[in-house]
């Protein structure tokens, strides 16, 4: 069964260096998302991207924040200068045009930031 | 005002037994999509079941089932026969509008521990 794969599982990183957090959606999906999750607290939702442009984003989604879809196949979440508060679990989704309901989350990506 | 409300952090329940998790929504929007993941403690989030606004009859997919109350503007989940494999947190989340761009909204969640 096809599944969005997120690379690296576990980052690391020091305040104030960039990340970028890797996604691989379902191939034949149009609809990306990154969503992120803190600690013991609810999911929630950063951005939404189609035909290589942001469809939405939320409050949380400033300019520190920014996805690109470099090759045919990649979907990446930059994040310029860390912040403590930036440690999260980050999960890729997409969705496939014209199903109404459902997106199919990847595994996450845990970001530590110290 | 939050657009999910999930009032119950945690819930027991014995296995093969029935269990309810509760989620109330808040929308003025006439389409929108309701949906229910879980997420086990390896932290993947795993989909569950949707119910469209406009869907008359409550959704089913094998042990799950979403009570719908449209008027309440509730959408329960319901795990029938409850296994130990269920202990895992449960999300309610919904989507306004029918455009799959849309941002989900999320609530904070349900964790369930199915005892033996």
């Known amino acids: 069964e096809p599944e969005v794969t997120q690379t690296p599982s576990h980052q690391v990183t020091q305040m104030g260096q960039e990340v970028i957090l890797r996604c691989v959606p379902i191939?034949?999906?149009?609809?990306f998302y990154w969503y992120r999750q803190i600690l013991g607290q609810k999911v929630e939702f950063l951005v939404s991207f189609y035909n290589n442009e942001i469809s939405e984003k939320s409050e949380i989604f400033d300019d520190q924040f920014s996805v690109e879809r470099p090759d045919g196949s990649n979907f990446t979440l930059k994040i310029r200068s860390t912040k403590l508060e930036d440690s999260a679990m980050y999960f890729c989704?997409?969705?496939?045009?014209?199903?109404?309901?459902?997106?199919?989350f990847g595994p996450g990506t845990r970001l530590t930031v110290t | 005002a939050q657009k999910i409300t999930q009032t119950q952090p945690g819930m027991f329940v014995q296995e093969k037994e029935a269990v309810t998790l509760d989620c109330t929504y808040d929308t003025s929007d006439q389409s929108y999509g309701l949906f229910w993941y879980k997420q086990p403690s390896s932290g993947e989030m795993i989909f569950l079941i949707y119910?469209?606004?406009?869907?008359?009859q409550n959704a089913t997919e094998g042990r799950y089932s979403l009570n719908f109350q449209k008027a309440r503007k509730s959408a329960n989940l319901v795990i029938s026969a409850s296994q130990l494999g269920d202990s895992a947190m449960y999300f309610c989340a919904m989507r306004e509008g029918m455009n799959t761009g849309n941002q989900f909204y999320f609530g904070t969640g349900t964790s369930l521990t199915v005892i033996p």
């Open positions: 191939s034949n999906h149009l609809y």
């Open positions: 119910q469209g606004s406009y869907d008359e």
């Open positions: 989704a997409s969705s496939e045009f014209g199903t109404l309901y459902e997106q199919y």
